[in-house]
């Protein structure tokens, strides 16, 4: 069993940064694939950024791609998530999910376990 757990949210201007961190329980956290998705009300949840078990392979999606880095600590069981240049359309709340099976993907519906969430709002 594995418990995540995101903080770091707020509220920022357009242009600014925030960095989102996920703590992980769990020994086998270096063997899971990470992602970070998120959603906004009435959006459904949408792929933001997942990362390998070692780190060392990412995939972004468009809307974020050189904006945003994610990354991982596996020592201390941490994930995160750098945002810069934020727009106000990446306000949404901000979940990450780990997948116990191997693999990164980018459909969150292969991942097994969620954290609860930390809110991002982007103001104009």
Do not use: H
């Not at 970070?36 to 997942?50: D, K, L, T, Y």
């Not at 995939?59 to 240049?85: C, E, I």
């Not at 727009?87 to 609860?116: H, I, N």
């Amino acid at each position: 069993q594995v418990q995540l757990v995101e903080s770091g949210g707020g509220l920022v201007q357009a242009g600014g940064s925030l960095r989102l961190s996920c703590a992980a329980s769990g020994r086998l956290f270096s063997t899971y694939g990470m992602g970070w998705f998120r959603q906004s009300p009435g959006q459904e949840r949408e792929f933001v950024a997942s990362i390998s078990a070692s780190g060392s392979t990412t995939y972004y999606a468009d809307s974020v791609k050189g904006r945003f880095t994610t990354s991982r600590d596996n020592a201390k069981k941490m994930m995160y998530l750098q945002m810069n240049s934020l727009k106000p359309e990446d306000t949404a709340v901000y979940y990450c999910a780990a997948r116990g099976r191997g693999g990164f993907p980018l459909d969150g519906s292969l991942y097994t376990y969620w954290g609860q969430g930390t809110q991002v709002t982007v103001s104009s």
